[in-house]
């Protein structure tokens, strides 16, 4: 019989972080040494994480439910995705050690973290995870009184997390741009009635019509700013705080362990911490790109492409079996040199890094010029780009094949040379039909330097 204690949504990764809290508060309660508790929240963390990356809804239900004369704090974790087709394959992976930070991990390590777990999933029905942990037998019982004296102290908590809190100023800032258009709106119509009713304040009145229209404009860009701030704080809450919390936890378990002689339980959670912090070295570097790559006042200078590809080449590491092909004929152009370096960097470096034949591997730039621009690519013989993955990959924080997962990945380099080449008023696009991938770009032609003395 299953005593209900609380049911969270899980729709985004704030809602991971305020999972893993209850988790922990939850197991504390009903008396768990710490240990435990933080292996029990680390599997509710690695799980929920996995609903919303690979579904992006679902709920997890938390319950005290009794088995054989034990009882367990239950956690289950629904959705109603496409279901887990390959399940049996990422239960060999964990039983062999094969490809520790590979995709599906999570549900291995979080399998050894718990007492019970079971997955029951269907294909195109969903998928329920049931994680459970026993509660000591000296843990008080949980009535329905002490139940809602836990639900009270939950909803009566302050600070954990910053959702609330971030959507409160956006709903704060959208009524705001709501007063402000319909202030708008209200001084156009007095313009109009003060040009119907005085001829000679005209010039007034287009004074007035241009500050209108500036202020419009700035209002654009407030709402743009505040949609990029809600995006960072999203990432930050995330893909740095949850890392961070996950990283406190298995620490704390490390620590228990080593205290108590259980290497074997310590070494265990040895690749989980390799990879969240691989993750957050990778997501801190993309994000300072990303950010540099909208600077307007970065310096311009004249530079040689071809020099540009070989410092890109320098400081990449290529295997000996790949063959790299530069033209002769490339162009010198007085540009910003960091926006070439890197676009060139993320082009040729995921052409390296996701080749699935190095033996064979064929790498050419090429570039040719046309009216307006100069055409630059990159291209490989590498495994291709499926046609309906090809729309997506340009937008932040999504990977080249599905590798979600990867370590080596932040998920923004294509999102850093799309937003490199607005900035140039330029574009990017991607041609892969079956094997091999070709990423075009386009450059100023305005740029092009025939002789250095013109530029100077």
């Not at 893909?239 to 996950?246: E, G, I, T, V």
């Not at 990879?275 to 790109?289: P, R, V």
């Not at 055409?375 to 309906?388: H, K, M, R, S, Y």
Request: hydrophobic share 35%.
């Amino acid at each position: 019989m299953a005593n209900s204690l609380l049911k969270i949504n899980i729709t985004n990764e704030l809602d991971v972080v305020l999972a893993y809290r209850r988790a922990m508060q939850l197991s504390e309660k009903t008396g768990m040494a710490q240990a435990n508790q933080t292996k029990f929240a680390t599997a509710v963390s690695e799980i929920c994480r996995n609903v919303v990356e690979h579904v992006g809804n679902g709920t997890i239900q938390f319950s005290i439910v009794e088995e054989n004369g034990h009882n367990y704090l239950e956690a289950k974790i629904s959705d109603r995705g496409r279901g887990i087709g390959n399940l049996d394959q990422i239960y060999d992976r964990g039983r062999y050690g094969s490809n520790p930070l590979g995709r599906g991990m999570g549900i291995v390590n979080s399998r050894k973290l718990v007492d019970f777990f079971e997955i029951k999933t269907e294909h195109e029905q969903g998928t329920a995870v049931t994680l459970r942990k026993r509660i000591p037998t000296q843990s008080p019982i949980v009535t329905k009184s002490l139940k809602e004296i836990w639900l009270q102290e939950f909803n009566d908590e302050e600070g954990i997390s910053p959702y609330e809190e971030i959507k409160k100023q956006n709903m704060q800032q959208l009524e705001l741009l709501e007063k402000l258009r319909l202030r708008n709106l209200e001084a156009e119509q007095q313009l109009q009635e003060i040009r119907r009713l005085n001829l000679q304040l005209q010039q007034s009145n287009l004074e007035i019509q241009t500050l209108s229209e500036e202020r419009e404009r700035r209002n654009k860009e407030l709402q743009k700013a505040n949609e990029d701030l809600d995006a960072f704080a999203h990432t930050v809450s995330h893909d740095l705080r949850s890392p961070l919390q996950n990283i406190g936890g298995i620490l704390n378990f490390l620590e228990n362990s080593l205290h108590n002689g259980n290497t074997e339980d310590a070494a265990s959670l040895l690749p989980m911490l390799r990879e969240q912090t691989s993750k957050m070295d990778k997501l801190i570097t993309g994000i300072l790109a990303y950010s540099l790559a909208g600077h307007h006042s970065l310096h311009r200078q004249i530079v040689p492409v071809h020099d540009v590809l070989h410092k890109v080449l320098d400081s990449l590491y290529i295997p000996q079996s790949f063959k790299v092909t530069l033209p002769d004929d490339l162009p010198t152009l007085y540009t910003q040199e960091i926006y070439l370096y890197q676009i060139f960097s993320n082009l040729l470096g995921n052409a390296i890094k996701y080749h699935d034949r190095p033996d064979e591997a064929l790498i050419e730039v090429t570039c040719s010029r046309q009216a307006d621009v100069v055409l630059f690519a990159v291209q490989d013989n590498g495994p291709g780009i499926a046609t309906e993955d090809q729309d997506q990959i340009f937008g932040k924080y999504e990977a080249l094949g599905h590798n979600l997962t990867r370590p080596d990945s932040s998920g923004l380099g294509l999102a850093i040379v799309k937003r490199i080449l607005e900035e140039k008023h330029g574009d990017v696009w991607v041609e892969s039909t079956g094997r091999g991938t070709r990423f075009v770009f386009s450059w100023p032609a305005s740029e092009v330097v025939t002789e250095p003395e013109e530029a100077e």
